[in-house]
Nanobody, 128 residues
Framework: QVQLVESGGGSVQAGGSLRLSCAASGRTYNYACMAWFRQAPGKEREGVAVIYANNGLARYTDSVKGRFTVSRDNAKNTMYLQMDSLQPEDTAIYYC?????????????????????WGQGTQVTVSS
């Protein structure tokens, strides 16, 4: 079993920055693939960024490229999302997700159905 706990959400003005954290516990094999998703009011949950523990490679959805950076500290079992140049359209609940070790992590890791473990979410609000 894997537990994921997000933190770091809050309210900022457009152009500001926030850093989200996701602390994982359980067997490390079960969260080798980790990702951030977000869900805005009235919209479907979408993949934001995914990172694979084995090689540190990451992949982003187009709307956040160049503004968001995903990273992980394997020694601390923690994933981060550095969000810069935030815009009102980034307002959403941000969720952490995890899946077991697989070479398919980056290929499928922006899809909801790939992940079986989810955190409770943290609210990010960006005002104009």
């Amino acid at each position: 079993q894997v537990q994921l706990v997000e933190s770091g959400g809050g309210s900022v003005q457009a152009g500001g920055s926030l850093r989200l954290s996701c602390a994982a516990s359980g067997r490390t094999y079960n969260y080798a693939c980790m990702a951030w998703f977000r869900q805005a009011p009235g919209k479907e949950r979408e993949g934001v960024a995914v990172i694979y523990a084995n090689n540190g490679l990451a992949r982003y959805t187009d709307s956040v490229k160049g503004r968001f950076t995903v990273s992980r500290d394997n020694a601390k079992n923690t994933m981060y999302l550095q969000m810069d140049s935030l815009q009102p359209e980034d307002t959403a609940i941000y969720y952490c997700a995890a899946a077991p070790d697989s070479s398919r992590c980056l290929t499928y890791g922006l899809g909801i159905s790939y992940f079986g473990y989810w955190g409770q979410g943290t609210q990010v609000t960006v005002s104009s």
